[in-house]
């Protein structure tokens, strides 16, 4: 909590600083699983919201960098078997209820590292909030697949400079 709060302010002051142009970014943990007994597939990250370089407003891009996690890894103090399924996070970027972007990755039974962004700041479609979800497919059979609960990230509230 107190490193969001750093994170704000930092962003605040870059904003905020006359004559200088800078684009800040607000950062925010998340992770999510998949919900099973196992938790076999599991990620965690960090959501960077990236503010305009004029304005603090709109949020155009959100910078994701985390991994995602399929068990049994190599060296795992869980007992999860492998079970013949792979893990995928998915990444949804919503302006309200319409979808901006999507990214996801997959890992089987290892820890995949990413970095990418969703949205763009050519179309200047804001961005309010990002789901974050872990599902589980079949390698090799047929599915059922299934998904852990997906985690809504709303953006954080952006303080401008302070009037005098």
Known sequence: MRSAHLAAAVAVILVATPGIAHAATIAQPFKADSGDTCRHGVT???????????????LLK?????????RPLPI?????????????VTFVAYAGETEVDRQSRTANNSTLGFQFSLGSTADKTAIDSVVVQVCRDPIVTLPPSYCGKPVTYLAPPIAGPAAD
């Open 62 to 70: 959100v910078g994701v960098t985390g991994t995602v996690a399929d």
């Open 76 to 88: 795992d103090p869980t007992n999860c078997r492998d079970d013949g399924y792979d893990s995928t």
């Open 44 to 58: 965690e990250g960090t959501l960077a919201w990236q503010t305009g370089v004029i304005s603090p407003l709109p």
